[in-house]
């Protein structure tokens, strides 16, 4: 039986199965005397100093196998067992309620974990997955269970579970595991990020997965195309150990040229880099050549300093963090995108009828100022080394891109005032994930430094599609011909005005649709580390002048599907293709 997943990890694993349950024990209320109260907040005290134990201990386990970076995703989960405002939560409602400590802190990490699950961005829900690890863990100290079987039968094992939580995942390095596929999980979860440091193949988000599967038999893991196979044939068996060698071989000869360029066989230099959302991703990025960072979301800096707003001095030593390895390559850093269905400040309304459409990312910023001038100020002084660029989301008027500005001024004029150094010239541009923004870029192009598509939200405005719809997910369609109009209309306007244009949606990193953003006029794609070398290989087996004249035919087409096919022709056959 063949399933389709979510590749997270690359590389190709056959082995034997072993199913991962979770056994959850329930947790009811309980009201207890009023003398038992203190008994049970040091009750509480003692499981999360006792997880905490736990993690640290990972931790030192898994060190020489994960890098200190990647060591770091143990010490946020040691940070939010530490946060006195999650204790004090959970003890306050034992205090004030008289319940037992298992269902005060449940309660308490399960609002979090609710305000994660109902955002829109998939980087925001899957750091659920993170807080999940942390209350299994903690109740099972509580309640004195154990909720995972983590003994493993055998040599050889693929993991099958419904969820893996980092912490699980992060103890693989010295098991007999070659690789797992979860029927839940995202590309961006910590969970994927260990897999992919430890090399572990991995699928995610696998429908239909713990239905199917049945331990100790035969199964493969495609990593590089998502595919799950269970109880394969022996001619199945043979043909992925072929392609699994196959791969290792392909992937020695890429990271042999990993620094070597992205240049086209006509000569023209394209810029590959990495999107970043944690500072754990930089080393990675860093070993594959990246051409700097064109992606750093700064929401994770909120969310880590939640319910606080992160300080000027916090913005500024995330901010460097990011840039000084990089140096002198440039790292573009986009501010607050918060808002929508993405709560968690206080400062946020949650009154909105329709918050996706209403006031989010800059026009959420621009409605607090001082918390926008705060981060602004961190970014300028991140600056002083002249390698980073400030990126403004989700910019639809050149009204408001003006007010930016002028908030930007005001900042620098008080950093002048103080005598704090930061680059006066400091790169500013916008993201173009609103159709009237592509449409309108001639307007901007004289105003931005640079522009940065972002084509995730594009293409679901374009298209009215949620892509984490099931039901229209198949409508989601970066090939669409309205979408290519778009880019390209931001390329055409970019160009008269001497500005670059780089794309940082998933698209960046799908290589199918590399000559086609090259055609379109695009110089610079940013993408996940973990995709990047295979990107810069393309871009090196392909000639700009083919490219410009495949997107040129694109653009005629009437459909995606017309899209796509000349793409795989063209793929296929070269320039005879078109």
Same mark, same amino acid.
């Given at each position: ?194 897999? &992919? ?152 309304? &949650? ?64 950093? &002048? ?158 320039? &005879?293709?078109?």
């Amino acid at each position: 039986m063949r399933l389709k997943g979510i590749p997270v990890s690359p590389g190709i694993s056959v082995g034997n199965a072993q199913i991962v349950l979770v056994k959850e024990t329930p947790v009811i209320r309980i009201i207890l005397p009023e003398e038992s109260v203190e008994a049970e907040t040091a009750r509480l005290r003692a499981a999360l100093e006792a997880t905490i134990r736990d993690v640290e201990a990972l931790k030192e386990q898994a060190r020489g196998k994960l890098s200190e970076d990647f060591l770091s995703i143990f010490d946020a989960h040691v940070i939010i067992l530490k946060d006195p405002a999650l204790f004090n939560h959970a003890a306050g409602q034992i205090k004030n309620e008289r319940v037992n400590a298992e269902f005060a802190f449940q309660s308490a990490i399960h609002s979090t974990i609710m305000g994660l699950l109902a955002t829109d961005d998939p980087y925001f829900q899957e750091r659920a997955t993170d807080m999940e690890d942390l209350r299994r863990r903690t109740l099972e100290h509580l309640l004195g269970t154990d909720s995972l079987e983590r003994t493993w039968k055998g040599e050889n094992l693929v993991l099958l579970a419904d969820t893996l939580t980092p912490s699980e995942t992060g103890a693989f390095h010295n098991a007999p595991i070659v690789g797992f596929a979860t029927e839940h999980g995202a590309r961006t979860s910590h969970t994927a990020i260990i897999a &992919r440091s430890l090399e572990i193949p991995a699928v995610v988000g696998v429908k239909g997965l713990m239905e199917a599967a049945v331990s100790e038999r035969p199964v493969i893991v495609d990593g590089l195309t998502g595919s799950v196979i269970l109880n394969p044939t022996k001619e199945e068996i043979t043909e992925y150990r072929q392609r699994a060698e196959a791969y290792k071989e392909q992937r020695r000869q890429i990271l042999a040229h990993a620094r070597v360029e992205a240049r086209t066989i006509d000569g023209h230099r394209i810029l590959v880099a990495a999107n970043v959302d944690l500072t754990d991703e930089v080393q990675s990025a860093i070993q594959v050549g990246a051409n700097g960072v064109g992606l750093y979301r700064s929401e994770f800096l909120f969310l880590d300093c939640a319910p606080d707003l992160p300080t000027e001095e916090q913005h500024l030593a995330y901010y460097n963090r990011i840039a000084e390895p990089f140096y002198p390559h440039r790292v573009v850093i986009r501010t607050l995108d918060l808002g929508g269905e993405k709560y968690f400040h206080n400062v946020l309304d &949650r009154s909105e009828r329709n918050p996706v459409l209403g006031v989010r990312a800059v026009r959420f910023c621009l409605k607090h100022p001082e918390m926008f001038k705060t981060q602004l100020r961190g970014l300028l002084r991140a600056s002083a080394r002249k390698n980073v660029a400030i990126l403004i989301p989700l910019i639809t008027t050149v009204e408001e891109f003006h007010e930016v500005l002028g908030l930007l001024d005001t900042c620098k004029a008080e950093l &002048r005032a103080k005598g704090i150094p930061f680059d006066e010239g400091v790169p500013v541009g916008i993201m173009v994930e609103v159709p009237s923004t592509a449409l309108t870029a001639e307007a901007f192009a004289p105003l931005v430094d640079f522009f940065s598509i972002g084509t995730n939200d594009l293409i679901q405005y374009l298209l009215a599609i949620d892509r984490n719809n099931d039901s229209v997910a198949h409508l989601y369609d970066p090939m669409h011909p309205a979408v290519l109009k778009c880019i390209a209309a931001v390329c055409e306007a970019a160009q008269k005005a001497g500005k670059p244009v780089a794309v940082c949606g998933e698209v960046a990193a799908d290589p199918r649709m590399t000559a086609l953003l090259l055609g379109l006029g695009v110089g610079s794609l940013s993408m996940t580390p973990s995709s990047i070398l295979d990107v810069k290989a393309r871009v090196r087996n392909l000639a700009l002048k083919s490219c410009q004249k495949l997107a040129k035919k694109a653009l005629l087409s009437p459909s995606g599907k017309g899209v796509a096919a000349l793409v795989d022709a063209f793929l296929e056959k070269g320039d &005879r293709a078109i």
